[in-house]
């Protein structure tokens, strides 16, 4: 059977895409920052996933505001890399597993979620920009097959963070049914706290960024109590994007253990955070 093995959270902005591509991760600017994600390449080679199931937010690339689904999940055999406008490069196009897909939007259905199915799909910076932090010497070929989750961050009415945590779920027992022995991870992309215009342009609540961090490990069903304004309250117009977190930590049915998290400002108009986190059967955490 398939099996979750983590999950790895972290911020997609643009500007790291941008480092990358220029080579800039010794920079003293961007040092603390790539140095944080040591840990987590380092626990993705020994969980050696073969699929991720990646859940972001679209930005106005694939979707855009005379369209929006609220949940979309791709169904393609490969899905093109664009950008929407950010200057970043376009990657290689990044390798799907409709088989896996279909039987996670069967089961989604099944479980009263109503999900806009993809077959054809183009992926923005909330998509490659984790795939090229994560997969650092990829060189475009990349290692895992991957599984996009989009959820609506980004025209109102969004779902609500108690409503991604139940999708969160119902994506975990869906993968966990599946009868292929594949190695799964989830990443959950965006946050944590920011605004990126109006009168609050420039927005960061550290306190808040740090609650979050700590309490999605520990005790995650204590966020779903927050509303949708909640969220845009404490972490800005678009720290909404930690409702992709939410869903990311529901997908993990098993005994979760933290295994590394770092927290850094600032990164362009956003608090970059990353956190990683592990997904044991009770079997498993018995033989440990
Ligand atoms: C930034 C953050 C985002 O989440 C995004 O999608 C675009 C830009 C930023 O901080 O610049
Ligand atoms: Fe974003």
């Known amino acids: 059977m398939a099996q979750i093995v983590g999950a790895i959270a972290t911020s997609h902005i643009p500007a790291i895409g941008k480092a990358i591509a220029e080579n800039k991760q010794n920079d003293p600017y961007w040092k603390p920052f790539f140095d ?48 929407e406008g950010w200057g970043l490069p376009v990657l290689n196009s990044f390798p799907g597993d409709a088989a896996l897909s279909w039987h996670l939007i069967e089961h989604l259905v099944a479980d009263e979620f109503d999900i806009t199915s993809c077959q054809d799909m183009a992926v923005d910076h909330g998509f490659a920009v984790p795939m090229n932090l994560l997969f650092p010497n990829a060189g475009g070929q990349w290692p895992v097959k991957t599984i996009p989750v989009s959820i609506n961050t980004v025209q109102h009415p ?121 997904n044991r059967t009770e079997a498993q955490s018995q033989a440990a």
């Open 36 to 83: 944080g994600y040591g840990p987590a390449l380092s626990w993705l080679k020994q969980a050696k996933p073969d699929v991720v199931v990646m859940i972001y937010n679209d930005h106005g690339l694939n979707f855009f505001l005379d369209k929006m689904p609220t949940f979309a999940v791709g169904a393609a055999a490969q899905y093109r890399s664009e950008d």
């Open 158 to 278: 969004l779902p609500t963070p108690l409503r991604c945590w139940k999708l969160g779920r119902a994506i975990g027992r869906a993968i966990e049914s599946y009868p292929k022995d594949l190695r799964v991870v989830v990443f959950g992309t965006g946050g944590l706290s920011h605004q990126l215009d109006g009168t609050r342009a420039g927005f960061i609540n550290k306190k808040f960024d740090l609650y979050c961090l700590d309490t999605i490990v520990r005790d995650p069903e204590a966020l779903t109590k927050l509303s949708v304004m909640d969220l845009v309250r404490e972490a800005g117009a678009q720290g909404v994007e930690f409702l992709n977190w939410i869903t990311m930590r529901g997908a993990l049915l098993g005994q979760v253990s933290k295994i590394h998290s770092n927290y850094h400002i600032p990164i362009s108009n956003t608090a970059g955070a990353t956190l990683v986190l592990e």
